[in-house]
């Protein structure tokens, strides 16, 4: 009896959430502004006060673990779409030049990190180091949605904002590992081990699976000529969400393994054929807004957070990742408005600044003040960067020869708005 209202909390809880999300993200939408920030806002009010107004909280539907873990499919999908659709050979010819703008932001959020740690909040340098961690990666799949809703995705800008975040999130897990174990050694814990099972994961997703894939196909016509209906469907989405357990199990995040899941099937056009669409369908209209609605119904307001020190703490977090950002995309030669525009697209965090705040938190490294801070900061940056990509993207319209008078008056005042 009591597995059964905890299912139909849960049933509720999607009810309400999808509905709502669905709403605002429309309105917003038709308001001239990003559908995620809609979709936040649906949480942070319907998720919250509303729910609270009836006497109960998230917590009533599921424990906020299951919560996270189940609203964690949605950018899965969104992720695994867009290695499906990212064309590899042109982020192959950016490759080198990600990299430079990964390592020069990464380097110079983790700088403005440890200065804000040991100047700011006044403590060693040990703390300062992995506090620095916190200001290096970036939420890739708010980017990548936005920029794919205006249009951007597959565009230069586009496509080294998605690199840059992919390597930032490799660079920011790696960083965890090496400097967690050498500040505050665990002597259970191998750091150097758990980047060879890293490296092992990754080997595995992009070459081995693919292949044995192209194998069940080539001998069996397992998907091409499946006997039960969307039996592709099926198997991939099982794949996607185990390799996702496996990764999340071992501390990796699972999202840039869907991702990486999402590129290495590219080539395979069966599968690519029998899935793409119905993902999209899928991600796009049920689990993507939930994901967002999940995020802002989760935050709990806490006054206390809001402290001068951490409300200095957000704009050094993002400053210092722009400066480096706009910094290493004028090194590759990028124009001034690219740089700028790839700077808002690494704005956001998410995923990984929660693992690296309960990290710190669970090891006694952060306070509860210092989590709270870097939630509130996933929340503003996630929810500002749609908004600032919309405005950094936005384009003006060019006057021909033989424009009308009426026309250049309606032109005028668009450019000028």
Partial sequence: MVE????????????????????????????????????????????????????????????????????????????????????????????????????????????????????????????????????????????VRTLSALGKLDTRVGRAALSVAVLDDFLALILVLVLGGTLFPNPEVNPWLEILYLAIFIVVVVLIIPQILKFLEKRFNIFSRSSTQHFSIGIIFALLVSLSFFAS??????????????????????????????????????????????????????????????????????????????????????????????????MPRAEIVIIIAEIGLLNGIFTQDIFSMAILLVLVTVLITPLLLKLVFREKKVLEPDTPVDEIIEITESNSQ
């Fill in 4 to 143: 059964s209202l905890e299912i139909t909390h849960i049933l509720l809880f999607i009810g309400i959430g999808l509905f709502s999300a669905r709403l605002f993200g429309e309105f917003f939408e038709r308001m001239k502004l990003s559908a995620i920030v809609g979709e936040l806002v649906a949480g942070i009010l319907i998720g919250g006060p509303l729910f609270l107004l009836i006497g109960v909280d998230v917590s009533f539907f599921m424990d906020a673990g299951t919560l996270q873990q189940f609203s964690q499919i949605g950018i899965l999908l969104l992720l695994f779409i867009v290695g499906l659709e990212i064309n590899i050979k042109d982020i192959r010819k950016i490759g080198k030049q990600c990299l430079t703008i990964s390592i020069t932001e990464v380097l110079a959020a983790l700088a403005g990190g440890f200065l804000t740690g040991y100047f700011l909040i006044k403590q060693d340098y040990k703390f300062a180091l992995f506090f620095g961690l916190l200001f290096t990666a970036t939420s890739i799949g708010v980017t």
């Fill in 249 to 346: 199990f071992l501390g990796f995040s699972g999202a840039i393994i869907a991702f990486l899941l999402g590129l290495s099937l590219q080539r395979n056009s069966i599968i690519v054929k029998e899935i793409k669409e119905t993902f999209v369908k899928i991600g796009e209209g049920v689990f993507i807004p939930l994901f967002f609605f999940t995020v802002g119904a989760t935050f709990q307001l806490d006054w206390k957070i809001f402290t001068l020190v951490n409300l200095l703490i957000i704009p050094i977090a993002i400053g210092s990742k722009a400066l480096g950002t706009f910094i290493g995309g004028s090194i590759i030669g990028f124009k001034p408005i690219e740089s700028a525009q790839l700077s808002v697209g690494m």
